[in-house]
């Protein structure tokens, strides 16, 4: 009976765990095979391009990621992976060629980080974001990509966190080269 007990408990915490999945944890390898689960799950895939020691990446971590009620809301129509920019690892691109998530990052022009990565059912870029962003501001960027707005108008970088667009124009962006204005 103490047996079933704790096995019981095992599969209920890893259900748990399981649906309260965190955002951005999982590191990629193969961005076809994810893309593909996303469109399986019905869901839009979001590639978190980052790197080492990114301040502003590891403010959305602790600010915006580990919510646990947003990373619910978020699971529902996003499927999240992470991928580092400056490795040199072999990478399969969602069209299924081998690249490096640096050349990768260079051929879709993410100069800095965090940035946000959102693939159609084909494997094309839908949209692309740079920057910090607070709770709010990140739940605005889902909605807009959510409900297709990036096709009528650009995103609002109004609620960038307390500094807002001055945030941006001081170039709160972690950076491997200077940052060219990305269309």
Not at 2 to 18: D, M, N
Not at 27 to 42: E, M
Not at 61 to 81: A, D, G, I, P, T
């Amino acid at each position: 009976m103490k047996y079933i007990r704790c096995i019981s408990f095992l599969l209920l915490s890893l259900f748990v765990s399981l649906v309260h999945a965190k955002i951005f944890d999982e590191p990629v390898v193969n961005l076809q095979t994810q893309n593909q689960a996303a469109i399986d799950d019905g869901k839009v895939l979001v590639v978190l391009m980052t790197m080492p020691d990114c301040p502003n990446c590891e403010y959305m971590e602790k600010n915006v990621f580990s919510n646990k009620l947003f990373q619910e809301q978020f699971n529902k129509k996003f499927r999240s992976v992470r991928l580092d920019i400056t490795a040199n690892s072999i990478l399969v691109d969602t069209n299924g060629k081998e690249t490096s998530p640096n050349a990768l990052a260079k051929r879709l022009r993410v100069y800095g980080s965090p940035s946000f990565i959102f693939y159609d059912d084909k494997g094309g870029v839908i949209y692309r974001y740079t920057g910090k962003l607070d709770l709010s501001g990140f739940k605005k960027l889902m909605n807009y990509v959510n409900s297709g707005q990036y096709e009528i108008k650009p995103f609002q970088v109004s609620s960038l966190g307390p500094r807002g667009v001055e945030d941006m124009i001081a170039g709160d962006i972690c950076t491997t080269q200077k940052t060219k204005a990305i269309p």
